[in-house]
C-alpha cells in the first residue's frame, strides 16, 4: 500500500549494501510524466519506485516548461510597454531590459513552483525514490545505485534531449539549447536559431522584444510545419512586423567563428550562398530519445535512433515494460501533455488492466507567441485528404468586441466540419488562443456537433464570443433554405 516500502525488500547479503525491490510498479525518469506516473500509482494503493537523476519536474528544460514560460510573460509585458502609448499611457518608449534581473525573475519562478516536484513531496506520498541512473540487467531487473529492482511491471519515462544539428564548425562554436538559452547572463545581441519549429519561433518572438535583434533559419518552406499553413503565416505576419528575420528555404552549410563575440552562419538560398552574422547561435533543431545508458536491449526492448518502439497500448516489446513521452518513437516533438495524458492510461493497465484507449482523446497544441496558436485535431490539408466533403468557418478576432477593445485584432478562428456539423478540427491564431481551444477539445471528445457550441450562450463581452460567431457560420446556409422562408410566410399568414 502506499505509505509503506515497497513489499519484499530484502538485503541480498549483510555485508553488501545492495538492496533488492519488488514493488507493484517501477517508473524510471523523473520527468513531468515520469512523476504523473508514479503520484497515481501511489495514489492507487500500488508499492511505487521512482528512478530518477536530478533535475526533477518542472526544473527540467523541455518544451513548453515553466522557465521558457517565465521568460515570455517578461517578454510580454516589454512589449505592453512599447504599446502602450495607443491607449494614453505613457510615451510607448523602448523598455530597458536588465539581464541579470530577467535571468533571477525566471529563477525564483521555478524555485516557486519545484516543491511540487521535489523528491520530498514523492516520498511523503509513499514513492520510495533513487535518485540514480537506472539500467535493466535482464527482462524483469534493473539496477539503480545500490538498489536492484524486480517490479511486477516498468514504466519508461526518459524524455527527449535537445538534437544537435551536424554542421561544420558547429564543434568550434558556442552552441546554445533549451537547456542553456535560458541560463544566460548577458541579453544576446543578434541570437541567430537554427529552426522555425515551436521553440525556435517562440524563443525568436521572446527575446526579439527583450531587445536582441533575431534572424530564425529554417530550411523547410515555412515555419511551424506541423500547423495550418493559413493559421502559420499569421504567427509569420507578427514575429516579421516585430523585427524578426525569418529566411525560409534556407540550407546552412557551415559555422565560421568570428571575432572574438561573433560568429558567422553559411546558408544556401536557391542557387546563392548567403552569410549571416550574429553574437550569439540556438540550436532548435528538435528533440532525441533520452534512453543512452538503458541497457534495453538486455531487457528485449526494441529501439532504434528515434525512440523506444511500442504498441497501440504503449507496451514495449517487453510485455512487462512501458514507454511514455519523449523516449518513444516518433513522440519526441510531441507536447508535453501528451505524455501526462499517457501516464494515466498505462498505470491503469499495469496496476487493474484497463485496456489502453490512447489516440481515443484529441491532444490540442500551442504555440506561446503573440497571437498565440492554438490547435486540436485535424488541419485542413489533413481533412481533405481524409473526406472531400468538408466545410471550413472562420470568424476574424477583428470582428470581436474585445479584441478590439484591447486592440489584439490579429488571427482568426478556424474550425474544420463534415456537413452534418462533425468536427474535424479547430485552430486559432489570436489572443489567448491556448485557453479558447478548450471548448473544441471538449466537443471533440464527447461527439459534440458544430451546432452545440453556436447553441450556447457565451458570456459578454469576451473572446470566446469569437468561438460562438464561427460556429454560428454553420447554421447560416440553413437559413437560406426555401422550405425555412415557406414556413415563415406561411406563420406570417397566420397573423
Not at 459534440?448 to 454553420?474: C, H, I, M, N, Q
Amino acid at each position: 500500500m502506499a505509505g509503506t516500502e515497497p513489499r519484499g525488500e530484502t538485503v541480498t547479503n549483510e555485508s553488501a549494501p545492495t538492496l533488492t525491490l519488488r514493488p507493484d510498479l517501477c517508473v524510471i525518469g523523473a520527468t513531468p510524466a515520469g512523476l504523473s506516473a508514479a503520484s497515481l500509482a501511489a495514489a492507487l494503493g500500488a508499492s511505487v519506485v521512482l528512478v530518477g537523476k536530478r533535475p526533477w519536474g518542472v526544473e527540467r528544460p523541455e518544451p513548453g516548461d515553466l522557465s521558457s514560460s517565465a521568460l515570455i510573460a517578461a517578454a510580454g509585458h516589454a512589449e505592453a510597454l512599447r504599446r502602450a502609448g495607443a491607449f494614453g499611457i505613457g510615451q510607448g518608449l523602448e523598455p530597458g531590459v536588465d539581464a541579470a534581473k530577467l535571468r533571477a525573475h525566471v529563477q525564483e519562478v521555478v524555485r516557486s513552483a519545484a516543491p511540487m516536484d521535489s523528491p520530498e513531496r514523492y516520498r511523503a506520498m509513499g514513492v520510495r525514490v533513487i535518485e540514480a541512473g537506472a539500467c535493466f540487467i535482464d527482462r524483469r531487473t534493473v539496477t539503480a545505485g545500490e538498489h536492484v529492482i524486480r517490479a511486477r511491471r516498468f514504466v519508461i519515462a526518459m524524455g527527449a534531449r535537445p538534437a544537435m544539428p551536424e554542421l561544420p564548425g558547429l564543434q568550434d562554436i558556442p552552441c546554445l539549447t533549451d537547456e542553456s538559452l535560458l541560463d544566460l547572463a548577458v541579453r544576446p545581441d543578434h541570437l541567430v536559431i537554427l529552426g522555425g519549429g515551436v521553440t525556435g519561433i517562440e524563443m525568436a518572438q521572446a527575446y526579439r522584444r527583450l531587445g536582441a535583434q533575431v534572424t530564425v533559419i529554417e530550411a523547410g518552406e515555412r515555419i511551424l510545419t506541423r500547423e495550418d499553413p493559413e493559421m502559420a503565416a499569421v504567427i509569420g505576419r507578427a514575429l516579421r512586423a516585430e523585427g524578426v528575420t525569418i529566411r525560409t528555404d534556407a540550407t546552412v552549410l557551415r559555422v565560421e567563428r568570428r571575432a572574438q563575440e561573433c560568429l558567422a552562419i553559411v546558408l544556401k538560398s536557391g542557387e546563392r550562398e548567403k552569410m549571416v552574422e550574429g553574437s550569439h547561435l540556438f540550436a532548435a533543431a528538435g528533440r532525441t530519445p533520452d534512453i543512452e545508458g538503458l541497457d534495453l536491449d538486455k531487457a528485449g526492448i526494441e529501439a532504434g535512433p528515434a525512440g523506444i518502439k511500442v504498441g497501440s497500448g504503449l507496451r514495449t516489446t517487453n510485455a512487462k515494460v512501458y514507454a511514455i513521452g519523449g523516449c518513444v518513437s516518433g513522440q519526441a516533438e510531441d507536447p508535453p501533455q501528451v505524455a501526462n495524458h499517457q501516464a494515466g492510461l498505462v498505470v491503469r493497465n499495469a496496476l487493474l488492466r484497463v485496456p489502453v484507449g490512447y489516440g481515443a482523446v484529441p491532444i490540442s497544441r500551442v504555440v506561446r507567441t503573440d497571437p498565440e496558436l492554438a490547435s486540436v485535431g485535424l488541419t485542413e490539408e489533413e481533412a481533405r485528404a481524409q473526406q472531400h466533403d468538408i466545410r471550413i468557418l472562420r470568424w476574424p478576432f477583428a470582428d470581436n468586441e474585445r479584441a478590439l477593445a484591447e486592440r489584439e485584432v490579429a488571427g482568426h478562428v478556424k474550425a474544420i466540419a463534415t456537413r452534418n456539423g462533425r468536427i474535424h478540427g479547430c485552430a486559432i491564431a489570436g489572443p489567448r488562443a491556448g485557453e479558447l481551444i478548450a471548448p473544441w477539445c471538449l466537443a471533440m471528445a464527447k461527439g459534440l456537433r458544430v451546432g452545440d457550441l453556436a447553441g450556447l450562450v457565451y458570456p459578454y463581452p469576451t473572446l470566446s464570443e469569437a468561438t460562438r460567431s464561427a460556429a454560428v457560420e454553420f447554421l447560416k446556409p440553413s437559413a437560406q433554405n426555401p422550405w425555412i422562408r415557406r414556413l415563415i410566410g406561411f406563420v406570417g399568414r397566420l397573423g
